[in-house]
């Protein structure tokens, strides 16, 4: 990929509205997995549903950095992977078998994101998984699925089970694999991976230091699920509430994710 393909025109006006709005904030939750250091160069992805539409998606372009991603330069894609209209930038299809599996499966996950951090694969490759040690572990833990390793996800015979080890849940342990958040919106996802990621990077602490960890007992992890799956609680407010200021950090970064 040339310098030159980085000077991105913008799409601003050749999109609607809705769909603009989705493009900032998907090209945001790029720039803040840049910024927390949870990208693997460009071998994962967020993939956001297009508003108003079932079968529509903006992913990456791949080879390009996650902190060089603007809203202008996602490209909208197919449940197959497939490019459409007339976006200069490539996409990766096979890597697109995850996040096809659950958008299609998940009516609700309008944003799958997708991390390969150190922390994630290192809980991931642990029999016993994330392990209850913590005030983040117990919220991740209230609505958490594993999904055994099955090779590189290339294959689409692997998207039942995917789905099915996901079920209702908002994170997804990939077995020796990585890590996995969905959310009705990119800041509900992005938080939710926040605190997973932050279990892991807890837990890899904690056992580093050889000494006896201290489990948190059942019935708080049974209230924090009772709590999670309260129908009466507002959805997404915890991304709400800490969406705006991440996008204000970002302005004061780089505010270019928003061309």
Known sequence: MSTATLHVPSLRDKVSPEEWAVRVDLAASYRLV?????????FTHITVRVPGSEDQFLINPYGMFFDEITASSLVKIDL??????????PV???GFVIHSAIHSARHDAKCVLHTH????VAVSAQREGLLPISQH?????????YHDFEGPALRDDEKPRLVADLGDNTSLILRNHGLLTVGETVADAFVAMYNLEASCAIQVRAQSGGAELIPVSKDIIDAAYTMVQDPSRPRGSRGNLV?????????RLDSSFRN
């Open 80 to 89: 197959t992977g497939n490019k459409i209209g007339d976006s200069p930038f």
């Open 92 to 94: 990766n299809p096979a």
């Open 243 to 251: 969406w705006p200021g991440l996008l204000r950090r970002l302005d």
């Open 117 to 120: 951090t150190l922390n994630g």
């Open 137 to 145: 572990s117990i919220f991740s833990l209230a609505s958490l699925g």
């Open 34 to 42: 840049a910024h927390f250091g949870w990208e693997d160069l460009v």
